[in-house]
């Protein structure tokens, strides 16, 4: 009995009472036998496992790959719900790659974007150097400024003690120098002799005792 009948017994069929043409047969990666009344693999046809003893059953739930490289999926027993085509197979295969650019561009983004920080970093230090020299500039001028006031008072300073010691010199010259004309401190030396009876009468006596030893 060839292939084709035993896959009609299998099913159950006879030539005699109904002929079924099974166009499709092919083997999966596992070595399992597909076989299917439709002349090719597509969604929505027949789909059976052909066993040993040449009896059929329904393939089961799953994703299949026949050994030519065609996969398939069955969601309800017994029918192809989907071809997978090779495309999307190396799509499949190509998004590892996909990752991989991904994750290179990432790290791309995360490279610029350190650069980025450090050359901010970099302009806020020349910044901040900028006006640190901007300040220093200012403190130095400011001290310039400070030395040439206290300069000034310095020589001023000097000029006002210049001045006092030619003071004292003049002072202690003049201390030194002798009156003109001695100073008479008896209140009566002006009278001299020209004072007048009258002037005596109003004296008390002891300045007529007085007036009278001066004039001698």
């Known amino acids: 009995m060839d292939l084709k009948q035993q896959i009609l017994v299998a099913l159950g069929l006879d030539k005699q009472e109904e002929s079924v043409n099974l166009e499709y047969q092919a083997k999966l990666e596992d070595g399992t036998i597909i ?3 439709a002349e090719s693999l597509e969604s929505g046809v027949d789909i059976s496992v052909l066993t040993e003893d040449g009896t059929t059953m329904l ?26 085509d090779e495309e999307e197979e ?4 190509e998004t590892p790659v996909e990752e991989e650019a991904s994750k290179e561009d990432m790290e791309e983004e995360t490279i610029e974007e350190t650069e980025a920080v450090e050359f901010d970093s970099v302009a806020f230090m020349d910044e901040v150097k900028s006006v640190v020299v901007d300040l220093m500039s200012n403190v130095n001028t400011e001290i310039e400024t400070l030395k040439s006031e206290l300069a000034e008072l310095k020589s001023t300073n000097e000029e006002l003690s210049s001045e006092k010691e030619k003071l004292s010199a003049q002072v202690v010259e003049l201390s030194n120098e002798p009156a003109a004309k001695p100073v008479d401190t008896n209140k009566f030396s002006a009278l001299g002799k020209e004072t007048s009876q009258r002037d005596l009468s109003k ?7 007085l007036y009278n030893i001066t004039n001698k």
């Not at 739930?61 to 071809?83: L, M, N, P, R, W």
């Not at 190396?90 to 295969?93: F, L, P, T």
């Not at 004296?203 to 005792?209: F, G, L, P, Q």
């Open 35 to 37: 076989v299917s009344t």
């Open 59 to 84: 393939l089961p739930v799953g994703e299949y790959k026949t050994e030519d490289g065609q996969g398939f999926s069955v969601e309800v027993e017994g029918v192809v719900a989907e071809i997978m």
């Open 90 to 93: 190396v799509v499949e295969e």
């Open 203 to 209: 004296m008390t006596k002891r300045e007529r005792i």
